[in-house]
């Protein structure tokens, strides 16, 4: 289930023209050290919250740095508050550095079915909190866990009014971060990049706030827009990344280096994008460990080729 049906379903209930003799990426031989590879806890939705503790440990083993995390079936942030999620990443060897959350509630669709795991079992979460209605509540919280980002995940543009609202919210929200010394970006689906009433939502983003972007590369990519580009037309806009790959049909999520992103190019143009951290994500897979074992693998080669 891609991260948007999922939200809508449960929301209601580098160095870039450089150029190098030999073509490759050896200059980003020491990323592992000023660039850790990051993870982005929706890949496990599905298992996380069975066992936390031991979920997050065997993230770390693999040998993620930097965690960005998102909705729990528990609640708060897997179950503990935020001071309490922050230790336990430090004590095994991790970072909490993004975390994210709704722009505001979506509308259920009539035909929507209820949200289901990889073995087709009803999934049941809590109420999610969002922006337009809980925005200081959720500031405080990452504040208070010495979190570095806070993302909105999401948020409704099906219509130019709903858009509109979106991007009060969002200015709101940037507006309150920085009073709290936290740090807001959007994150992008590939919808941000459609036309809606003769809008793109994402240009209106870009132009109509002041915040940070977090890209999503394969949903920017699927939506028509070339990463690389963005960053040529908005350099030092996109400090995040999420580094998934894809099909070429655009139909599968996989693990990094099965698909068909060209991601050595774009990792050739992280000086220009303002990158400061990239977490890799797999939307919910039916074995995510082997796939973010696979991703990690697939990126620490090719960063130090």
């Known amino acids: 289930m891609k991260r948007k049906q999922f939200l809508q379903t449960t929301g209601a209930a580098m160095l870039g023209t450089v150029l190098l003799q030999n073509k490759s990426l050896s200059f980003l031989s020491g990323w592992p050290k000023d660039h850790e590879m990051g993870l982005q806890l929706f890949t496990f939705f599905n298992v996380i919250d069975s066992d936390v503790e031991g979920t997050l440990k065997k993230i770390a083993e693999v040998g993620y740095k930097k965690i960005e995390s998102a909705f729990s079936r528990k609640g708060g942030y897997y179950g503990m508050k935020p001071k309490e999620f922050s230790k336990f990443l430090k004590d095994n060897g991790m970072k909490w550095k993004s975390h994210h959350v709704l722009g505001a509630p979506f509308k259920m669709p009539a035909n929507a079915k209820p949200p289901v795991d990889a073995d087709g079992k009803p999934v049941t979460i809590p109420p ?70 003769g809008q793109i939502p994402y240009e209106m983003f870009l132009s109509q706030t002041k915040m940070q972007m977090e890209l999503d590369l394969a949903w920017s990519t699927k939506g028509g827009k070339d990463p690389v580009e963005l960053f040529k037309q908005h350099p030092g806009r996109f400090p995040l990344w999420h580094v998934k790959d894809i099909d070429k049909e655009f139909k599968t999520v996989l693990p990094v280096g099965e698909g068909f992103i060209d991601f050595k190019r774009i990792f050739a143009a992280a000086d220009s994008s303002g990158m400061k951290h990239f977490f890799i994500e797999h939307d919910m897979p039916k074995d995510p460990l082997a796939s973010i074992t696979s991703s990690y693998n697939y990126l620490s080669k090719m960063l130090s080729a």
């Open 128 to 197: 999610m909190r969002n922006l337009r209605d809980n925005m200081q509540e959720l500031i405080d919280e990452v504040a208070e866990g010495e979190v570095d980002y806070l993302v909105c995940a999401s948020t409704p543009i099906g219509t130019l009014d709903e858009i509109k609202s979106s991007i009060e919210v969002l200015n709101k929200a940037d507006e309150a971060c920085k009073k709290a010394k936290v740090k807001f970006a959007y994150h992008n689906h590939d919808a941000e990049f459609r036309a809606v009433e």
